[in-house]
């Protein structure tokens, strides 16, 4: 009967013993955890850096847009302004060269 109650006993503080560390180790986890309205407050702080990254992103893609469609332009200004008279002015010449000019 001895033998019995010291085998309890010592069955009893060995489930106690695991019971504290398995409690520190929960306790040390908890501590590590992050509270929902932090997480929640991290979450909005990311969303607003993305949206902030897409907006400079799209005015950017516009930016750049426009740079090519002036681009664009400048060339057929370029056309207009330069290659279109001499073409006219070979033209002339050559009507001229045929005796066909004014």
Do not use: H
């Not at 992050?34 to 997480?39: A, E, L, P």
């Not at 897409?54 to 302004?81: K, N």
């Amino acid at each position: 009967m001895t033998q019995l109650r010291e085998d309890q006993r010592d069955g009893i503080a060995g489930l106690r013993d695991d019971l504290r560390a398995d409690l520190q180790v929960l306790v040390t986890r908890i501590d590590q955890a992050v509270t929902k309205d932090v997480y929640a407050a991290d979450q909005r702080a990311l969303n607003q850096r993305v949206e902030v990254t897409e907006r400079d992103l799209r005015a950017e893609a516009r930016a750049r847009e426009e740079t090519e469609a002036r681009a664009v332009a400048t060339r057929r200004w370029l056309v207009g302004a330069f290659v279109a008279p001499v073409v006219v002015a070979i033209i002339e010449f050559y009507l001229l060269s045929k005796g066909g000019g004014p």
